[in-house]
């Protein structure tokens, strides 16, 4: 099993300077990489909304982190690549590949707030569904032919690449039968410079949380990211990954190429844990809870509407906690992980544990005892 850690800013304390934040995270990466976890991931979001310090370029945050971690994997939950031109993403993550030594996971996502999307890239407004799974589909298409071939062209509903009808207006190099037609000198090919050191691409992950995206993500080859599911959940979901790989000819094991996050405060005792941290964890858990309370939920499981429409309005910590959290002692943290693993066969765990206004030498004191304590269980 292995072991990764989130870097999401947007949950770091708010009156901090954006300085600061950035000096949070370079400590969490060192500590990874000296501790034996497999990797760090960073999430992307954009503006200030909310009186959020949002991280908005991951690529750029993982080349600072690359530059100081010697075998620490650098990935992204999410890179939300429907915001990008897909040439010009491509370019970055292929840099950052050659700048790291082939350190990079590339998880994607499609983004979820129309405010982002429509000043970000109009056509791709998460609020348009058909539309953003299109730009979404399109893009991806486009980093795997780019990364993995050294000319390519594409041609989509939403993109095409070369531009049709574009001329050679300069010196016609000596390669050129490989990407013009040399009567017109139309170009009809596209090169990246310079492609990833990962052939064909670095490992391919989509956060996914519902039957069409995991459906999406087995179909087109793809590990998935969850977050909040509780064990059989995600056995569940798992399963049906499973079943959508086969179904256009891939055998994949069950929990091959699957991930969690969880959200992990580890302290002396479960009280300890709860009375530490509990009220940091849940204010962005409630921030984000627009999706209700199914998340949480086991398959087959209902709640009473009254107690449904509750939650709805606020989650406590005592309903979430034993679903979702790994808060507690280093003894019932293992228990909880090998639940994960004996339950849904999950291959990463992926933690966090910089929430709102929490002292960030709480979470260094949190990953520490988590990095005496727990990882050895798992070597």
Known sequence: MKFGYLCNPATLRQHETYGEIVDHIRDIAVHCDRSGFDSIWFSEHHFGFWQRKVLPNP??????????????????AAATITFWHPLRLAEDVALLDQFSGGRVELGVGRGNYGVEGMNLNPMAD??????????FAETLAILKLAFSQKNFSFKGEKYTFPDPGFTWERAVPEDAPEFLNMETKELLQMQLMPRPVQQPHPPLWQMVDEPKSVEFAAKNALNIMMWRPTPRKLAHHFKHYQEAAAS???KVPLGAGTAILRDTFVAETRDEARDMA???????????????????????????????QAL??????????????LFGSPEYVVDKIHELREIAQVER??????????????TMRSLRLFSEKVLPKFA
């Open 312 to 325: 709805r309005k606020n989650l406590p910590y005592e309903f979430v906690e034993p679903r979702s959290l």
């Open 126 to 135: 998460p609020r348009k569904q058909a539309d953003n799974y299109k730009v």
């Open 59 to 76: 690529i750029m945050m993982g080349a600072d982190i690359a530059a100081r971690t010697k075998r620490l994997r650098i990935g992204f």
């Open 278 to 308: 509990a009220a940091h964890v849940m204010k962005p858990l409630n921030f984000s809870n627009w999706r209700g309370p199914g998340i949480y939920l086991d398959p087959d499981e209902k709640l009473p509407e009254e107690q449904d």
């Open 248 to 250: 256009v000819g891939r």
């Open 349 to 362: 765990i992926v933690i966090t544990g910089a929430w709102g206004s929490i002292d960030p030498e709480l």
